[in-house]
Nanobody, 123 residues
Framework: QVQLVESGGGLVQAGGSLRLSCAAS????????MGWFRQAPGKEREFVAA????????QYTDSVKGRFTISKDNAKNTVYLQMNSVGPEDTAVYYC????????????????WGQGTQVTVSS
């Protein structure tokens, strides 16, 4: 199971920006598609974004399109989630996960995931 560690969460005002990072210890990081998902209190886990192994294909849930950007740096074994124009609805624990491809990631099929990082957006 690939080991992942998220960072970058915190408290941000509505309309602000935040960048989440997820570092992997695996030298095989480049062979994984990566994704972000989130879970708000009392709600089910929700897919947020996914990126292919080489970083040339990205997918987003509709509610974050145009505001969030996922990127992948295989040289640094790190995936990022740039969050712009955040709102209170984005408040959640954000997790990154590794998967075989973006298709599986969108459907919640992961081979490893991190402990999560809290994002809180104040209105």
């Amino acid at each position: 199971q690939v080991q992942l560690v998220e960072s970058g969460g915190g408290l941000v005002q509505a309309g602000g920006s935040l960048r989440l990072s997820c570092a992997a210890s695996e030298r095989t990081f480049s062979t994984y598609a990566m994704g972000w998902f989130r879970q708000a209190p009392g709600k089910e886990r929700e897919f947020v974004a996914a990126i292919s192994r080489r970083g040339d294909i990205t997918q987003y849930t509709d509610s974050v399109k145009g505001r969030f950007t996922i990127s992948k740096d295989n040289a640094k074994n790190t995936v990022y989630l740039q969050m712009n124009s955040v709102g209170p609805e984005d408040t959640a624990v954000y997790y990154c996960g590794a998967g075989a491809d973006t298709f599986r990631i969108q459907r919640g099929v992961y081979v490893g995931w991190g402990q999560g990082t809290q994002v809180t957006v104040s209105s």
